[in-house]
């Protein structure tokens, strides 16, 4: 058997909360082709005319509201992630972030060093697929592999949306606060331009084709976000016994004028606060790692949109983070065997 190394993937983070290092990760981020699918001169028209002028002040501030002295929440949780993974493995682990440091390139070459690796599996930190998130991950890590020429099978555990042991521990991380006296539980994840789900649809027949496209079955369901997370809600709530009537699903941290997942964040927190929600907690599985998207635009911006609306208090779920039965899931993930993808 080939020796096998761990990579885990998450998003990434600028290095200060200075809007200097802001302007660099954005710039990095907001030109991957897979999160702005547009033409490379468009993307660098829209980046540097629209962006970068203005955002990275504003970006920088938000992050310095939730940045700790040991440094960015996520790359903080990730690398704890990573050290109790490595204590339960008998293969080197290593966490790299698809933008910011540390990089892909700069994880692998470090693994290349040791010749005894012949496989490495990949774990993208996303429990639902998205070209912005899963596609560009894979494809860094094979073209790391591909301009190096490293003699590395590649391996990816596979979006984990709707695994049981996902679930049950996303609904133990909630048990704490869904114990208290809460009034609604708001789904909030990350949202996507419509036009990725579109686009990530080969068939190009059925996202978006109808109103019930994630309820009837498909195979464009494979790469589809929406009903992804739907998928994950319903698991998540029948899980946990909570009825219809005490929950909402809506998508955050939407960018730009094109047309995003509906409905958005910021509009159920004003509109469950206008029903007369007092209590509302929130949770966001589209994360596994807190981050500024969890930390500041739900547990700050979030919590004072509702407060404003005439709610009287947002708790904010954590994300799993190095939970233990979290990290007993990932190592199970880590000694399975995968298919080997193509290094094309």
Known sequence: MNARAVMLINLGSPDAPETGAVRRYLNQFLMDPQVIQLPWILRRLIVSLLVLPRRPRHSAAAYRSIWWDSGSPLVVLSQRVEQALQQKLNVPVVMAMRYGSPSIERQLSQLAKNDAIRELLVLPMYPHHADS????????????????QLPLTLTVVPPFYAQPDYIDALVNSARACLAQDYDHLLFSYHGLP???????????????????????PAPAHATCYRHQVFATTCLFTQRANISADRYS????????????????????????????????????????????????????????????????????????????????????????EYPALSPQ
């Open 133 to 148: 998130t899963v596609l560009t991950s894979i494809l860094e890590v094979k073209r790391v592999i591909r301009v190096h």
């Open 194 to 216: 419509e036009s990725h789900l579109r686009s990530a649809d080969t068939g190009g027949a059925h996202c978006l084709a109808r109103a019930d496209c994630c309820a009837t």
């Open 249 to 336: 699903v809506a998508f955050q941290s939407r960018l730009g004028r094109a047309r995003w997942l509906e409905p958005s964040t910021d509009n159920v927190l004003r509109e469950l606060a206008q029903r007369g929600v007092k209590r509302l907690a929130v949770i966001c599985p589209a994360f596994v790692t807190d981050c500024l998207e969890t930390l500041e635009e739900i547990g700050l911006r979030g919590r004072e949109i509702f407060i404003e609306a005439g709610g009287e208090s947002l708790e904010l779920i954590p994300c799993l983070n190095d939970q233990p039965d979290w990290l007993a899931t990932l190592a199970d993930w880590c000694q399975r």
